[in-house]
């Protein structure tokens, strides 16, 4: 990462939901003779933005209102809807031009580390073809950066011919902010804090004094609710409803404080706003299970406390049950169904963990989760051959 910032023209943009800022350069003498930093600039040195869009000089224009740059107001209008869907409050963003980037490229910083980045070309488009598309428009190779799917990034006068052919068509901007938007749902654990963890509590508190009393800290403290909240979080489950989530960790904080376990008594409690951006049109969840053989396995290693489930099962089973669920989803996907998989309670947290780091968008559901009055349609399974073996197959229109 470079230690300098390039003036480019972005000059300084500051709003209520977004801070925007551009650096300047040094000349060769003014780095070698730089004067003592004063206390006050040593605390700026010493500070560390939660979150953070830095940009090539290229996209400058975007975050420029002077010169029609609608970014900082998108990125706002991103950070209010993933408040609604998750519950969290996000932090400003500072946006700023930075001189180590490559004119058109951009990254995402959460507290100085980069978590996510992507190319975007001002004055283009991104045309994002329609599956099975076989003449793309032309243009400039590009990526959907929330898809990972290719992409082509059209001159505007392409647009109407790129529409017809059914391409969804996204301006620079809109990738940044749709691409930022993505990046902060899936790190919003890390952005929850424990002086958010305090804001939130303080509103339960108005609506029901007794019942935050009496889990903070009466039975849990506010780190241990912070744990909770972001295992929750980890997976895209909202917190919003915080004062249901506090009334089943009032029944249940008693009996434990193991944190895996009171985050699985959390997210049953709100099961059905879980599972409700899940189901089709017709109500139905379409799912794909694991085979009992295999759940037993995974429950046995998820009991083994000392080890993370990988461990427990051996690399080469780990990575056969990782294929196996990937092949099977990716045929639900196909349909055009969300990458949705039911397990047993006690499975639940082991499959997850096995399968973040290949599958982040894996959906993974435990039969609790489910409310009795939604019906459930099985599209495959995953079944256990061999001790080293595991394969799908496919059981479309079952109904369970």
Not at 36 to 42: L, V, Y
Not at 62 to 91: C, K
Not at 181 to 202: C, K, S, Y
Not at 247 to 253: F, K, P, Q, S
Request: aromatic fraction near 2%.
């Amino acid at each position: 990462m470079g230690k300098r910032t390039g003036d480019h023209g972005a000059g300084k943009l500051a709003d209520r939901g977004t801070a925007a800022a551009s650096g300047s350069r040094l000349a060769p003498a003014e780095s070698t003779a730089a004067p003592a930093a004063s206390p006050e600039g040593m605390d700026d040195l010493l500070h560390v933005d939660p979150l953070e869009l830095e940009i090539g000089f290229r996209l400058i224009g975007l975050a420029d209102p002077t010169r029609g740059g609608d970014l900082l107001e998108r990125l706002r209008t991103v950070r209010q809807r993933v408040a609604s869907e998750l519950g969290l409050i996000v932090p400003q963003v500072r946006i700023h031009d930075q001189i180590s980037l490559a004119p058109n490229e951009y990254r995402v910083k959460i507290r100085g580390t980069v978590v996510g980045h992507g190319t975007a070309y001002s004055g283009r488009l991104l045309a994002i073809p329609p599956a099975g598309m076989v003449s793309r428009p032309d243009g400039r190779d590009g990526i959907d950066p929330i898809t990972g799917l290719p992409a082509v990034w059209i001159h505007t006068d392409g647009r109407a011919v790129a529409e017809l052919a059914g391409c969804q068509i996204l301006d620079a901007a809109a990738v940044v902010a749709g691409h930022f938007g993505e990046i902060v749902r899936n790190h919003a654990d890390e952005l929850l804090t424990r002086e958010q963890i305090e804001r939130l509590l303080d509103r339960v508190r108005t609506t029901a004094p007794t019942l935050a009393a009496e889990v903070v800290p009466g039975l849990l403290r506010p780190g241990e609710l912070q744990r909770v909240l972001q295992n929750l979080l980890r997976e895209r489950v909202s917190i919003r409803d915080l004062e249901t989530i506090l009334e089943t960790l009032a029944v249940h904080a008693g009996k434990t404080r193991d944190i895996d376990v009171l985050t699985e008594h959390a997210r049953q409690s709100i099961s059905r706003q879980i599972t409700e951006s899940y189901r089709g049109g017709d109500g139905r969840l379409r799912v794909v299970t694991l085979s009992r053989s295999l759940d037993a396995r995974l429950t046995a290693a998820g009991n083994q406390t000392d080890t993370r489930p990988a461990e427990a099962l051996g690399d080469e089973t780990a990575r056969s049950i990782i294929r196996a669920v990937a092949f099977a989803v990716g045929n639900l996907v196909e349909a055009g169904f969300p990458p949705l998989i039911l397990t047993s309670t006690p499975a639940r947290a082991v499959l997850k963990d096995l399968t973040r780091a290949d599958l982040p968008r894996l959906v993974v559901l435990s039969q609790r989760e489910i409310p009795r009055d939604t019906p459930i349609e099985v599209l495959g399974s995953v079944i256990e051959e061999e001790p080293e073996t595991v394969t799908t197959f496919s059981t479309t229109g079952a109904m369970a």
